[in-house]
């Protein structure tokens, strides 16, 4: 995953002002999104995540900074230069904001229609776009008749008629159940692997960047406080917002329990064993589980889990270094 | 009076009321289709913000709408006569039709385009879409059900100016029911008038909700 720069942003701020308030949405923000990469933004809602992706393609013009397409100035762009570059870049949204009155096969003939694509070659590429995104025998149904997930993948294969080399993604499973999210999940991460197609997404779910994201920057009143590969972000977090996301601290500061304690990541490389439990046998020590977050794909386990830290400090080591020796990342998280 | 005498004079004053209504509804729309989509894109949250412009067009149709038709159709008695020829009579009535209705048509299609949902309109911005194309090809499109909606609407109230057609010695069932039926005590004209007119509006208003309710795809 080390392409040449696709997106270059830089030093870009936005400020929603009116009479009485003023807004600072983003504050500063650079980052940069390689070719072929899956690139997450994540943050709680008013991090100012949608505003950020909304100026990568100038539905929303940030006040100041830059940003870069392929090198080329998109806030200087003209008209022109502007659709062109559009075109080239897809976007799909929370709430799919499908064309209502057109069909299935009409919305994603949309884009090669307005690009004067001839009609023959518009009707196959539909057809192509169909089988891609699944909805083959859907063509003809209006968006009205569709459930929420397949929507989406009509806005998926809408916005790839034009074989962009980006996909923009505003929260694309926020309006979806963990099933079908875990489904168009799967197709994005199918259509950046088979198509080659760079996407950029913004969410509120860590388990979204967790699934298929290669780079994540966390976003925290409108300022990117993380940012880096996803694995070893997730196994060092550091800021308050990415310990919020990844669960190592309630979501709610007044929950935060009093405890010192562990957090043990999960990244797929330790043995399926019953790791506490073995901890327990090996140390002699007794821990107790705050909480626990995990999944096993593949046979491997993926996650966290929050342990009380052992008071004796004696007893704190030996089991740091039983975990350690298991392949975990263990951290000492500091709460309160 | 027999239904032998009543039934021609009816017809007649269905023939001159669609002769009047028909005409003036499509010019309406020619002139007030154009300038509706003017004030949803010129507007402040438009995709084309002129403030300065859109407040102008905001004030001439909020002066034009707000004179009664009755009025309206005096005051301009030298430009129809200018435009139409005449003054007064079933035809040259459809100016002053026209001038009343098209401020009232600009609203009514402001309206319907602006239910067109805003993350559509960005959706399709997004993938590169023109002005025109925006409009041409989202917009309208998105709106007909409401549009056709609100055209069965402009067209009875069309109608029910045409009523006062008689004021400019202009034809058509309202004049009947006046000058024929009112004016000479004869009530059954002035009934039969007013069941004609009646059943016309039934007859416009059943099929643009059922044209509305055809082509509208947002409900399965």
């Known amino acids: 995953m080390s392409g040449n720069v696709l997106i270059e942003v830089e030093g870009l701020s936005k400020i929603f002002a009116d009479a009485e308030n003023r807004v600072v949405a983003l504050n500063d923000i650079s980052l940069t999104v390689r070719e072929g990469e899956i690139y997450g933004i994540v943050g709680m809602s008013g991090a100012g995540k949608s505003t950020l992706i909304r100026c990568i393609n100038r539905l929303d013009t940030p006040n100041e900074g830059r940003i870069a397409y392929r090198g080329q100035d998109v806030l200087a762009m003209n008209r022109q230069e502007l659709l062109a570059a559009r075109r080239k870049m897809g976007m799909i949204f929370q709430q799919f904001n499908l064309f209502m009155q057109r069909t299935v096969a009409r919305n994603i003939r949309y884009p090669l229609e307005i690009a004067g694509v001839p009609a023959q070659q518009a009707d196959q590429r539909v057809k192509e776009l169909l089988s891609i995104v699944g909805l083959e025998g859907k063509a003809e149904a209006y968006p009205a008749q569709l459930s929420g997930g397949q929507r989406q993948r009509v806005g998926i294969a809408r916005s790839l008629a034009s074989e962009p080399d980006l996909l923009l993604c505003d929260e694309a499973t926020s309006a979806l159940d963990p099933m079908t999210t875990q489904s168009i999940l799967a197709l994005l991460q199918d259509i950046n692997r088979r198509l080659g197609t760079t996407v950029l997404l913004i969410t509120h779910e860590m388990a979204v960047i967790r699934q298929i994201c290669h780079r994540v920057a966390i976003l925290d009143g409108g300022r990117v406080v993380e940012e880096g590969d996803v694995d070893s972000v997730f196994r060092n977090t550091r800021s308050e917002a990415g310990k919020r996301l990844f669960g190592v601290l309630p979501q709610q500061a007044s929950e935060d329990p009093d405890t010192p304690s562990l957090r043990i990541v999960f990244d797929g490389a330790a043995a399926e064993k019953p790791i506490i439990s073995r901890l327990s046998q090996e140390t002699g020590v007794y821990v107790n589980i705050l909480s626990a977050n995990m999944n096993h794909l593949q046979g491997k386990t993926y996650g966290q889990m929050i342990i009380e830290k052992p008071k004796d400090p004696a007893e704190n080591t030996a089991v740091i270094a039983y975990l350690e020796q298991q392949g975990l990342t263990v951290r000492e998280v500091n709460i309160q | ?220």
Do not use: C
């Not at chain 2, 149709?61 to 005096?74: G, Q």
């Not at chain 2, 069309?158 to 000058?179: D, F, K, N």
């Not at chain 2, 002035?190 to 795809?217: E, F, P, R, S, W």
């Open chain 2, 1 to 220: 009076m027999s239904w032998e005498q009543l039934w021609p004079l009816i017809l007649e004053g269905v023939w001159d009321t669609l002769y009047m209504t028909v005409p003036s509804t499509i010019l309406s729309y020619l002139i007030g289709m154009p300038l509706g989509l003017m004030l949803v894109i010129t507007a402040n949250d438009g995709i084309r913000p002129k403030s300065a412009l859109n407040s102008v067009m905001g004030v001439v149709i909020n002066f034009l709408r707000s004179i009664p038709f009755i009025i309206l159709l005096a005051m301009l008695f030298p430009v129809t006569r200018l435009v139409m020829g005449r003054a007064i009579g079933t035809k040259a009535i459809i100016f002053p039709l026209v001038i009343s209705a098209f401020p009232y048509v600009a609203r009514m299609v402001e309206g319907s385009i602006r239910e067109v949902d805003r993350g559509v309109i960005e959706a399709a911005q997004s993938l590169g879409s023109t002005d025109f194309q925006l409009i041409a090809k989202v917009m309208i499109p998105e709106a007909l059900p409401s549009l056709l909606n609100g055209a069965a609407i402009v067209t009875v109230t069309i109608l029910g100016y045409t009523a006062m057609a008689s004021a400019a010695g202009g034809g058509g069932l309202g004049a009947i029911a006046i000058t024929k039926g009112l004016n000479l005590r004869k009530m059954d004209v002035m009934y039969a008038a007013a069941i004609a007119l009646v059943i016309l509006v039934q007859i416009i208003t059943i099929a643009g909700n059922k044209i509305t309710k055809k082509i509208d795809h947002r409900k399965r």
